[in-house]
């Protein structure tokens, strides 16, 4: 069975840094291209950074220059190190699939960004 499981969030000031991790089993996650993507409340779910299998990269423009996003095929792992963030970043944060049909979404992980 498929899992994501996002971790890594939490309670940061405005110019903080937090760094998620998304756990993928139950597949060969090396072969998909990942995201991740976030939702504020009232908002739809918005992806902010994807990761090919080839490790291409592309990022939303809210983020560019402020996110990377890496992965650890070898661990089925995806990384987003976040710096400089800004309550706007406020959201719970997913990873999933960005090609063909989206995988089971995880929990999420909570980030706040708040003085």
């Known amino acids: 069975q498929v899992q994501l499981v996002e971790s890594g969030g939490g309670l940061v000031q405005p110019g903080g840094s937090l760094r998620l991790s998304c756990v993928a089993s139950?597949?060969?996650?090396?072969?998909?291209?990942m995201g991740w993507y976030r939702q504020a409340p009232g908002k739809q779910r918005d992806l902010v950074a994807r990761?090919?299998?080839?490790?291409?990269?592309n990022y939303a423009d809210s983020v560019k220059g402020r996110f990377t996003i890496s992965r650890d095929n070898a661990k089925n792992t995806f990384y987003l190190q976040m710096n400089n963030l800004k309550p706007e970043d406020t959201a719970v944060y997913y990873c999933n699939t960005y090609t063909g049909q989206r995988l089971p979404w995880g929990q999420g992980t909570q980030v706040t960004v708040s003085s």
């Open positions: 990761i090919s299998s080839g490790l291409s990269t």
């Open positions: 139950g597949s060969r996650f090396s072969v998909y291209g």
